[in-house]
């Protein structure tokens, strides 16, 4: 009987991890809520393969626990594998991740959140809570009258597009690999520099890569329109946080929507009630009345929560079984 180890299951994956070990009675599956380091490793002894989730590095340390035991097959329920060591290919990781388990988790989240800004929708419940019921100065924007900016044309980026069309906006994209459809539609511009220089709202869909790190900087802020709204539901390094603050500050963009922050890792998903927070410029960003931050929720559904376990779970299974898995990824 093969078995599989699950490491780091929440309590909200536990029923689509019971589920798919109903439907597969010919595997032994087991887990643990602790995350996989090299001291928890050993919990899957025995196992052919493991099923992970974290933020947390998978270090040298971590990925050599695991081989110690035989296991090389690891199932990443998530997108990113950029924080998977090197190291991985050297001793023979075969991984998969799961790369579309709910386009329309984080692209609704994006549309909904870039349409309360311009609606100035923090603001009016702020006012409301202090007992304030004035109108003005709280008027909002449509979003039809918007010219809305998508930087990455991949699954989320298009039901992004699909959901501001929707809206009304008029929709301009950028990527550098074209998608022949949008392009025979005439959606794309020639150069990032023209949609920070057309767009109101600008939307990142992109994965985080050496080349695109800080992205949207001081220099990039500049080029855009006046009273432009930025959108990071993708990667917090493409974002120079202070420069958006500086902008903000300066009245150069009118807001903000950020659930992916560049100094996310061992912030966000924590409880700080009755703690000193660990980070002003966050707690800043948090306070602002046109920035809505999210701790990287976007993803945060039943729909994709369910999709990210039976799917890593079903890689997992195809490569315990010697199969070629629905999505390999190359680490390195
Ligand atoms: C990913 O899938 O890589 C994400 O960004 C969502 C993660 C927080 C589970």
Redo the contacts with the bound molecule.
């Keep these: 009987m093969s078995k599989i180890f699950a490491f780091s299951i929440r309590k909200d994956e536990e029923p689509y991890l019971k589920e798919w070990a109903a439907a597969h009675p010919e595997v032994e599956v087991d887990y643990t809520d602790k995350l996989l380091t090299p001291d928890t490793a050993a919990l899957a002894k025995g196992a052919d393969g493991v099923v992970v989730?974290q933020?947390l590095d998978y270090t040298p340390e971590t990925l050599q626990a695991l081989a110690n035991l035989g296991i090389t097959k690891m199932s990443l329920?998530?997108?990113?594998v950029d924080n998977i060591d090197m190291k991985a290919k050297e001793l023979g990781f075969e991984i998969t991740?799961?790369p579309v388990?709910s386009p329309n988790a984080i692209a609704e989240h994006a549309a909904i959140q870039a349409a309360r800004v311009l609606r100035q929708a923090k603001q009016m419940d702020e006012k409301m809570a202090h007992g304030d019921l004035r109108w003005a100065p709280t008027i909002g924007r449509e979003v039809r009258d918007q010219t809305v900016g998508v930087i990455g044309t991949g699954h989320i980026g298009r039901v992004f597009m699909q959901i501001m069309e929707g809206f009304g906006a008029k929709v301009i994209a950028y990527d550098v690999f074209k998608n022949p459809e949008l392009e025979e539609k005439g959606y794309y511009v020639d150069s990032l520099d023209d949609l920070y220089k057309q767009s109101d709202v600008v939307s990142l869909h992109v994965p985080a890569m050496k080349d695109n790190y800080h992205m949207i900087n001081e220099e990039t802020i500049a080029k855009m329109k006046d009273d432009a709204v930025l959108v990071n539901v993708s990667?917090g390094p493409l974002v120079d946080t202070a420069a958006v603050a500086k902008a903000l500050d300066d009245g150069k963009l009118f807001g903000f929507v950020m659930d992916?922050y560049e100094g996310e890792v061992g912030v966000f998903n924590e409880d700080w009630t009755g703690k000193e927070f660990p980070d002003p410029l966050l707690k800043d960003l948090i306070d602002r009345p046109n920035v809505l931050v999210t701790p990287?929720t976007?993803?945060?559904t039943t729909h994709a929560v369910r999709n990210?376990v039976v799917k890593a779970f079903d890689n997992n299974l195809a490569m315990v079984k010697g199969q070629e898995p629905d999505t390999p990824v190359e680490v390195g």
């Excluded at 329920?77 to 990113?80: E, Q």
């Design positions: 989730y933020q329920r998530n997108v990113g991740n799961v388990y990667r992916t990287h976007a993803f945060y990210m």
